[in-house]
């Protein structure tokens, strides 16, 4: 079936570095979403991307759509505490059919 | 508008006992999603719903068993319960059906099989 892999799966940063997390599919993607899971929380949607090559911009937040539709990222830019959870990128399952496949998600800690 | 409402938000269980979990959609969202999340093994589809009817299955086991009432509200029911069954089973609900649905998560209900 479907997967859909995240790296890293932690990463430690300095409160005002930036941040990346890559989403990979084994299959081509209709589209692609982003959700955040605060501590305790539960997931949030972020954002939703559709065009292949799609660039979506919120505030210090960048999400990327590859070309091919397999591959995704989202880029926090001069991270802030605020910006701690767990980040995950989510594909549809595939044939048609509904639920979506998340990857396992990045948790970004920040050091102040 | 109320967001997704689960219940209980917290149960603990033993071994072999069965569990049902509730969840209330927002107030016009007719697809109902449940899935199940561990520290291993992250968020993981086991159903979804749209009008009563279950439109996917995850893989999951057939102690693994869901419905939809007319007024959306979903239950889940988890039979003969295993220790590896505990986890946050989270319920989403969106306002559209097919793969373009934005979901919207309730808190969850974190079951703790003894």
């Known amino acids: 079936g479907q997967q859909v892999m995240q790296i890293p799966q932690y990463q430690h940063v300095q409160e005002g570095e930036d941040f990346t997390t890559y989403c990979n599919s084994s299959t081509t993607l209709s589209n692609i979403q982003w959700y955040k899971q605060r501590p305790g929380g539960h997931p949030v949607f972020l954002i939703q991307?559709?065009?292949?090559?799609e660039v979506k911009k919120q505030k210090r937040l960048t999400f990327q759509f590859g070309e091919a539709k397999k591959n995704s990222s989202l880029h926090i830019t001069a991270t802030q505490t605020t910006d701690v959870g767990t980040y995950f990128c989510?594909?549809?399952?595939?044939?048609?059919?509904?639920?979506?496949?998340f990857g396992k998600g990045t948790h970004l800690i920040i050091q102040p | 508008k109320a967001g997704v409402t689960q219940t209980p938000r917290y149960l603990i269980k033993t071994r072999g006992q069965q569990v049902t979990l509730s969840c209330s959609p927002i107030s016009g969202h007719r697809s109902v999603s449940w899935y199940q999340q561990t520290p291993g093994q992250g968020l993981q589809f086991l159903f979804e719903y749209f009008s009563e009817t279950q439109r996917n299955k995850g893989n999951f086991p057939g102690r693994f068993s869901g419905r939809q009432f007319s007024n959306s509200r979903s239950e889940m029911n988890v039979s003969t319960l295993e220790l590896g069954d505990s986890a946050l089973y989270l319920c989403?609900?969106?306002?559209?059906?097919?793969?373009?649905?934005?979901?919207?998560f309730g808190e969850g209900s974190r079951l703790t099989v003894l």
């Open positions: 989510a594909g549809p399952s595939g044939g048609g059919a509904d639920g979506l496949t």
């Open positions: 991307l559709v065009k292949s090559g």
């Open positions: 989403a609900s969106s306002g559209t059906s097919g793969e373009y649905g934005e979901l919207f």
